[in-house]
């Protein structure tokens, strides 16, 4: 299917969505570095620049829009002033594109935490929003370690199917392919360390893209980012934020001697060896933290897959 990705960074959706057979034809960040790699890895189809400043009608049509966006204005004292918030504009530049280019299907993808914000009420107001402007509006929260990614990330897919389709047209959200104890015959979960056991120190000979690390300091407190990283478990979700200094905060290896590296974060995060990230040091951790595993989308857009054969089946 022909896909219109918005909020693309690295471009982890577009890629996994392209491995399942898709084809985006259109792409936007307002990220210089992540439309360097982006360009540099999957294609020259993505635009630099705010979405705010494109018009509608010169993005193309497509049968899906997806994308992910920020959701800090969706407070239960803004909510009555919901267009004056400035935080929630790419938000609603997501609903605007879907609104106006009406396409068959949409996904939208975003923390867990947008599942409590004010109280319920800013989901409720999304899924309004998306049913009145011709859809039919589901949601479900994931852990993309049920999915393959050696990581424990929770987040929320929206998914939108445009009205007038049939109900068997639906999307239908990808079943686990994996169970933390290996229930019901899945494999368990892949560990952090099955992942990076064969990969040599930063420091060492070697020809690896972007294996550099963080020298922040590993202090194994119970903290987000400083907790001791569990060798034999999933890796903790890869973080995009700071750490309270400009600095992105690393998770710590599974030896807990070090930060991971940008290389080992892009493999927690499935990215293929080959995929070079381009600028300095914390704007490649930020890429990498910023992006949907590749294996998920993957396995999102094999599921767009079978909505597209049957469609030519109906």
Known sequence: ???????????????????????????????????????????????LGPIENIPTKQIPNADVVVGGFPCQGFSQANLLRFEEDDRNRLYLEFLR???????????AENVRGILSLAKGNAINRIEKDFTDAGFRVQKKLFNTANYGVPQTRQRVIIAGTRADLPISLDY??????????????????????????????????????????????????????????????????????GNGKGGVCAIQHPRNHRR????????????????????????????????????????LGNQLQQLSILRRAA
């Open 97 to 107: 594109i879907v609104k106006e280019k009406q396409p068959k299907w949409f996904l």
């Open 1 to 47: 299917m022909k896909i219109v990705s918005l909020f693309s960074g690295a471009g982890g959706l577009d890629l996994g969505l392209m491995q399942a057979g898709h084809r985006i034809v259109w792409a936007n960040d307002f990220d210089p570095d992540c439309v360097k790699t982006y360009r540099k890895n999957i294609g020259d189809h993505i635009v």
């Open 172 to 241: 239908v959200y990808p079943t686990p392919t994996h169970a933390k104890t290996g229930a019901d015959g899945l494999p368990r979960w892949v560990t952090i360390n099955e992942v990076l056991a064969e990969i040599p120190e930063p420091e060492s000979h070697h020809n690896l893209l972007n294996h550099i690390c963080s020298q922040y300091k590993v202090t194994n407190r119970n903290f987000t980012g400083h907790r001791i990283t569990d060798p034999d478990k999933p890796s903790p979700t890869i973080l995009a934020r």
């Open 260 to 299: 991971m590296s940008v290389r080992e974060q892009a493999l927690i995060q499935t990215f293929p060896l080959d995929f070079h990230f381009c600028g300095k040091l914390n704007s490649c951790y930020r890429q990498v933290g910023n992006a949907v595993p590749v294996l998920f989308a993957r396995h």
